[in-house]
């Protein structure tokens, strides 16, 4: 076992390169959500869809340094044009589960503008924003899941290489 795989083992945390993921991203059949929950930073998350690996790869330049970044392959957050179904399901979800994960395409096409929804009065906020036929995701907020197919999670490494366990 090389010495990342078995640093990675005692933390139980998965290390992965960023080609092998780009690689998974490039055979997925559709694009893919990234979610990078950004080490000692409180909650803050950063989000972003993947459509190909030479996407991955510039998204992952952007990854700060400690953070935990998941990969999903299996449309758990939805990307659809903005109907009364979805609000209905965004509404479903956020009485569920709290809140639900909702987003929009920033400027820069790869990064989500992401919000949370935990009621009519938030989204009825969000809509304001929204143009006509924008196109949103959404879903319920994933987990740190790793299967190799519908999932994988990766430790980014520290400035100085070594990949350790924060709080996120």
């Known amino acids: 076992m090389s010495p990342p795989a078995e640093l990675a083992y005692r933390l139980r945390e998965v290390v ?8 998974l991203v490039e055979s997925s059949e559709h694009e893919v959500i990234v979610l990078e929950r950004v080490a000692r930073a409180a909650g803050q998350t950063n989000w972003f869809s993947c459509c190909n690996s ?26 659809h044009r903005y109907d009364e179904s979805v609000r209905e399901a965004i509404l479903k979800i956020a009485a569920e589960e709290i809140d639900c994960v909702v987003g929009v395409r920033a400027v820069d096409q790869s990064r989500l503008e992401v919000d949370f929804i935990g009621g009519l009065g938030e989204l009825e906020e969000f809509e304001q924003v929204l143009g006509d036929l924008s196109e949103v995701y959404f879903g319920s ?19 100085d290489g070594i990949v350790r366990k924060h709080s996120y």
């Open 16 to 23: 992965m390169d960023y080609e092998t993921v780009g690689n």
């Open 54 to 79: 030479n996407e991955f790869i510039e998204v992952s330049k952007k990854f700060l340094p400690g953070s935990c970044v998941s990969v999903y392959f299996d449309r758990r957050i939805a990307r």
């Open 141 to 159: 907020f994933p987990g740190r899941d790793h299967d190799g197919i519908r999932a994988v999670t990766l430790i980014v490494p520290d400035v």
